[in-house]
């Protein structure tokens, strides 16, 4: 059986409301992980500091290299290194390189050592 709203017409209204439906996220935190609420200058950090585009021009590895030498002198209300990592580097990408992470499947990465940037083939 259908649901009766899903028979009427949309209005303008209906378009404004923010939906979440089909998000799916690629990164996925260990089981248990302290989480506590991130900074927003701890993410301007990151954002700011170490942004990753993918262009051919850019190397990954160096971005990295970069990225883990910052946040892994950040402490973040006793969360693991691991966590920390995770859940701040999804702010360091941009352009090509978000098109990359958002077309991963759900909960596929878990840690950071095990990421494989896209080469020109695979983007």
């Not at 992980?33 to 021009?57: C, E, W």
């Not at 160096?62 to 990592?85: C, E, M």
Request: glycine letters at 6%.
């Amino acid at each position: 059986m259908g649901d009766e709203n899903s028979n009427r017409p949309r209005i303008l209204g209906d378009y404004s409301r923010p939906s979440h439906e089909g998000y799916r996220n690629a990164i996925d935190l260990p089981k248990g992980a302290k989480v506590s609420p991130l900074r927003s200058d701890t993410i301007r950090l990151v954002q700011n500091g170490y942004a990753f585009h993918g262009l051919m021009s850019e190397d990954p590895i160096q971005h990295l290299k970069d990225f883990l030498k910052v946040v892994d002198s950040i402490d973040l209300n006793g969360a693991t290194r691991n966590t920390t990592r995770l859940r701040l580097f999804c702010f360091t990408l941009r352009d090509q390189a978000i098109n990359w992470l958002d077309r991963l499947p759900a909960g596929s990465l878990h840690s950071l050592p095990r990421i494989v940037f896209p080469t020109r083939k695979n983007c």
